[in-house]
């Protein structure tokens, strides 16, 4: 006589407890909104909300904050994408802001800094109460203190040593008028959950995520791929190499990584045997001193 197991995988409780969170947001807080920059870690987000409320819509907005330097690959996806799940997207443009005056272009091109003041304004004018965001704790030491609500002042701003307790699965999503949460369903993955998931589920990628050919730069060490952002400076190189991306932020200052897996069955196989961050390993960004990340979210990044 056999018995039917109904443990739970990883994966399979992974995904109980982001639904449970995505599910609480919408019960509790009046206006949320989800972050969707077409990035791997979002893609599982927004399918998590997608199965959190199927057969219905999904009953919030989703919102980009756009730098103006994202790869072409990875717009097209997002607008596909939402155009697939029939939701609103709220596009908070970095480049307008710079054109406003409301902002200014830092001198080393990258434009996480200047994200900040761009995203709190459109918080500010669509009245978002909670901002789901696709951060994970293994990726980077300043984002193993969040909780999975992380309370947010008046002024979008992260005090690591005021947060809230968080007792088993209970959540307090409490706020007074101007405050927010900001709220990490995928808190408890790791980048080879990820990659899982995407697995099991037969999620769909931008192609940067497959390993092909790409004619690259190094720069400290990294491999830039030549596109609009990135061309050759006096006395660098271009060759030709088999490389993919594990994360997509702006072009101009994310670096590709030596691979030849082609199937996400291989990028899983290649994450397995990793030692170093996909931040750690391709974000030039992040580079700026070990408490990059950090100083960012306590001024209100995501």
Not at 103 to 113: L, T, Y
Not at 211 to 224: F, K, N, P, S, T
Not at 249 to 269: K, W, Y
Request: charged share 30%; proline share 5%; with cysteine.
């Amino acid at each position: 006589m056999t018995t039917t197991d109904h443990r739970l995988t990883q994966l399979q409780t992974l995904e109980a407890e982001s639904i449970h969170v995505i599910r609480e947001v919408a019960a509790e807080l009046e206006r949320p909104v989800l972050l969707f920059s077409g990035g791997k870690d979002s893609i599982v987000m927004l399918e998590l909300a997608r199965k959190a409320f199927a057969p219905a819509r999904i009953p919030f907005p989703v919102m980009h904050v756009d730098t103006g330097l994202n790869f072409p690959e990875v717009l097209a996806f997002r607008d596909r994408r939402v155009a697939e799940l029939g939701v609103e997207l709220v596009v908070a443009s970095v480049p307008d802001a710079i054109a406003a005056g409301t902002v200014k272009q830092e001198p080393n091109g990258s434009r996480n800094r200047i994200q900040t003041p761009v995203l709190l304004d459109a918080v500010e004018e669509h009245g978002f109460t909670a901002l789901f965001g696709g951060a994970r704790r293994d990726e980077d030491k300043a984002r193993a203190k969040e909780r999975v609500f992380s309370f947010r002042d008046e002024f979008g701003q992260w005090d690591p040593k005021n947060q809230r307790p968080e007792i088993w699965d209970l959540y307090n999503g409490r706020i007074h008028l101007g405050e927010s949460i900001r709220v990490f369903p995928l808190s408890n993955w790791t980048e080879l959950d990820i990659w899982g998931y995407i697995a099991q589920e037969q999620i769909a990628i931008p192609d940067l995520y497959l390993a092909r050919e790409r004619d690259v730069v190094e720069r400290q060490g990294m491999l830039y791929a030549v596109n609009e952002f990135i061309t050759p400076r006096e006395g660098e190189q271009v060759t030709r190499v088999s490389c993919r991306y594990r994360t997509v932020g702006d072009a101009n200052l994310t670096a590709a990584v030596p691979s030849h897996a082609t199937t996400v069955e291989q990028v899983i196989a290649e994450i397995a045997v990793t030692r170093l961050t996909e931040r750690g390993a391709t974000r030039g960004d992040d580079k700026v001193s070990d408490a990059a990340m950090e100083d960012r979210k306590k001024e209100g990044y995501f």
